[in-house]
């Protein structure tokens, strides 16, 4: 086959979805609408652990308008299947209304359903409650650890002991919530036995199987859509407790249900980036060569689940230390269960790491670029495995030059603005590659349009666009020409949107199926004594704007719409799919983030100044969805580093900022001019499309540049995120 013109793939496009959304066209699940739907609200809980003792519902079900008040008291026993295709993390799911056990603060306790939201509402606010609370656990220095993951490799003991430079450091990260745009919401009915569910998904199939688990019912009796995500970052990859109390309460009273989260209760009833205490030891020689590594990790977990993520390979596999040991604690508290949050487990460990690592290069007086460069492994170290790419080194030489960094002066507070003391900072940053099978359908009609469907989602990174891209580039079509429809359980199977592997596998199985498509009307013609392109070569033909024609000869041709019609075929349709081989190569994206900041010295106010991000993400198809990527990756880093932080009251664990006032995050006001550079070239391991992921990797480096700029403008290292005012008075 001749290779299709790039021409789509590679463009600076706007979201195909883009005039929707902003005209508020774009249904999220709330705004789906159904006959006869009724309104449910959840009345949570009120404290943060314990028993309830008593529950007085009789108001609240004499309102006008109330047609049931659901508790653990009147709710069914539901089957809640051992679900083996649920990536759920162990432990036992948090049930709805099965027991009056409190677990964590916010906990659902009653959900009122009725015929207007304001009247489940106010119903909802006359529901009594009354506990044995007790005091819940919820620092995780009080907490007992139970069994750590733990990794070791080489002696790190004797390595630290005979060190010739030993450095030893506890970092800490605030506990951070998603809080995108889009509450959590579910639209649930019933049809019998099946049940429909408008949801806000990353994951139409996982939350398909979740349903059919909780009620007892087979997969192919759920259907999941979700053609909008209004944000979700990893906060929607699971079914939340919520979403089932909608789905139950839409059969008890046999009416389609519509519940969605308030923004206080966004902060209780989904997870969340879960704290950390990240104790790191290290070694090394007099030049910066890493001989030895030690991390012991302390992360959150609710009581009854263990949320794990990957928090321990970035330590293992981003330098060539030869001694590495490691121990994460995941300490059950009484919490709601954390959650994945934009790199999960990789932006956390990098903090800690990426700022010893500066640390270190401070105490030898070696440039931290240099430091890295010194501690570049050739393979994996962790697994011995080649590298399918490892670009980190190009990323720290472009970005210093990029970024100016032989300008900087490395002592800190030596360059001062008036009151404002100025500094810089890198970090570098790595996600892994992952992939997952994935398939899609393809059908071409016979007036030259296409449309091409797989179960995936679009949270924000564009897949709806970049999908329409790859589409129109293997089809030969114009982009306006194709349609990329997702979000539905009924379309053929994708795997989880998250984890930054949509564009590899989602991607691999539209390129798939549109390429054997294209095939196929090339076979068509060849073979079809009426068209121009009769007898030739297959090999031969390419496509362009919806026409067939011979490679080097743009005369010879005819249209899709020609071919089908006069073949009478009303359309052509073809089956994509995608399934990563064997993993022989240890494959990650890369970046390095550097960042100037400005700090007044009388206030302890931190500003951005500039940031540059530089990325080894294998090739990338749409340009400017992946600064989309970049750009909101940092600022979400900004966020993280100087700004959220989800503060508990340790008395009854209630979370006491649950509300986008006193929860801080970035605006345009603090972010400053950003700037991403890709490295070209793409990676072959990685899949057929050669992309190695782009969406958490941005995110990675992000704050431990920030605090390693803080330390150059003020000589303070600052240790726990986020970097507050005060920590710098
Ligand atoms: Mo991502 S944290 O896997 O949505």
């Known amino acids: 086959m001749s290779p299709q013109p790039q021409a789509a793939v590679g463009a600076p496009m706007s979201r195909v979805d883009g005039h929707l959304k902003v005209t508020g066209a774009a249904k999220y699940a709330a705004d789906h609408d159904i006959d006869g739907i009724v309104h449910a609200v959840i009345v949570d809980s009120g404290v943060g652990r314990g028993r309830i003792t008593g529950l007085d519902t009789r108001e609240a079900q004499g309102r006008p308008g109330v047609l049931k008040v659901i508790t653990h008291r009147n709710a069914p026993r539901l089957a809640y ?6 990536s759920n993390p162990p432990g036992a799911l948090l049930k709805a209304f099965q ?8 906990q659902p306790v009653a959900v009122v359903v009725a015929t207007s939201l304001e009247a489940a509402e106010h119903a909802a606010s006359l529901v009594k409650v009354d506990y044995d609370a007790q005091q819940p656990s919820t620092e995780l220095s009080d907490a007992p650890p139970g069994v750590p993951r733990s990794y070791e490799r080489g002696d790190a003991d004797a390595a630290l002991s005979s060190a010739a430079v030993c450095l030893q450091m506890t970092y800490r990260t605030a506990r951070n919530h998603h809080n995108a745009m889009e509450p959590h919401a579910t639209i649930a009915h019933w049809d019998g036995d099946r049940l429909t569910v408008w949801d806000k998904s990353q994951w139409v199939l996982g939350a398909r199987n979740e349903y059919a688990a909780a009620f007892g019912i087979p997969v192919e009796s759920v259907r999941v859509i979700s053609p909008f995500v209004g944000g979700a970052f990893g906060n929607s990859m699971r079914v939340w407790v919520h979403s089932v109390v909608a789905a139950l309460a839409a059969r008890e009273v046999g009416r389609p249900v519509k519940l969605a989260l308030s923004r206080r209760q966004l902060y209780f009833g989904v997870g969340f980036r879960p704290r950390y205490e990240y104790r790191i030891r290290l070694g090394s020689d007099r030049r910066g060569r890493l001989t030895a590594m030690v991390h012991d990790l302390r992360s959150e977990t609710s009581s009854y689940e263990t949320h794990g993520e990957a928090t321990l390979a970035f330590g293992q596999m981003l330098y060539n230390t030869p001694h590495v040991r490691q121990t994460h604690h995941s300490v059950p508290l009484d919490v709601n269960t954390p959650t994945w949050m934009r790199g999960p487990g990789f932006s956390t460990a990098a903090f800690a790491i990426e700022s ?11 440039d931290p670029i240099e430091l890295r460069l010194r501690n570049e492994p050739q393979e994996d170290p962790s697994n011995r495995r080649p590298f399918s790419t490892r670009r980190l080194r190009e990323c720290l030489t472009v970005g210093a030059r990029e970024f100016g960094w032989a300008r900087r002066d490395a002592r800190p507070r030596s360059t001062r603005h008036g009151d404002w003391l100025i500094g810089t900072g890198m970090a570098s940053g790595v996600y892994p590659t992952a992939r997952a099978a994935t398939q899609a359908w393809v059908g071409l009609e016979a007036d030259g349009t296409a449309l091409v469907r ?27 020409d194709v349609t990329f429809r997702l979000g539905d359980s009924t379309m053929p199977p994708a795997p989880a949107h998250g984890g930054s592997m ?46 067939l024609h011979v490679k080097d000869d743009l005369t ?8 089908l019609t006069r073949n009478k075929r009303a359309r052509l349709e073809a089956n994509g799919s995608y399934t990563p081989g ?12 550097f960042a100037e900041v400005a700090v007044d010295r009388r206030l302890g106010l931190v500003r951005v100044r500039r940031m540059l991000g530089v990325y080894d993400a294998g090739r990338i198809i749409s340009p400017k969805l992946a600064d989309s990527q970049a750009l909101g990756g940092m600022v979400g880093g ?13 008395r009854d664990g209630r979370i006491v900022n649950a509300n986008l006032t006193d929860y801080l995050l970035p605006v345009n006001a603090d972010i400053p001019d950003l700037r991403a550079i890709y490295l070209e070239g793409q990676d072959q391991e990685a899949g057929p499309l050669g992309v190695k992921g782009l969406g958490e990797v941005v995110h990675v480096g992000v704050a431990p540049a920030i605090a390693n700029a803080v330390f150059n403008a003020t000589g303070r290292r600052i240790r726990e995120l986020p970097i507050r005012a005060q920590a710098l008075l």
């Open 582 to 593: 064997k993993a022989r190569f240890s494959m990650y994206a890369y970046g390095v983030t």
């Open 356 to 366: 010893a690592v500066d640390e270190l290069a401070y105490e030898l007086r070696v």
């Open 99 to 106: 027991d009056d056990r409190i677990r964590f603060y916010g």
């Open 556 to 563: 010879r041709g005819e249209t899709y719409r020609q071919l």
């Open 638 to 650: 900004i966020g993280s580093a100087l700004l959220e932080h989800t503060v508990t009251d340790f």
């Open 81 to 86: 299947r051992n679900d083996p295709d649920s």
């Open 454 to 480: 797989s179960a995936s989602s679009d949270m924000g990174p564009g897949t709806y666009t970049s999908m329409t891209q790859l589409a129109a580039d293997a089809l030969g079509l114009r982009v306006c």
């Open 502 to 547: 949509t564009m590899a596998s989602v991607g691999s199985a539209v390129q798939d199926g549109c390429d054997k498509l294209r095939r196929q009307a090339v076979r068509l013609a060849v073979d079809d004594e009426d068209s121009p392109l009769f007898g030739v070569d297959a090999g031969e033909i390419v496509v362009r704007s919806g026409r």
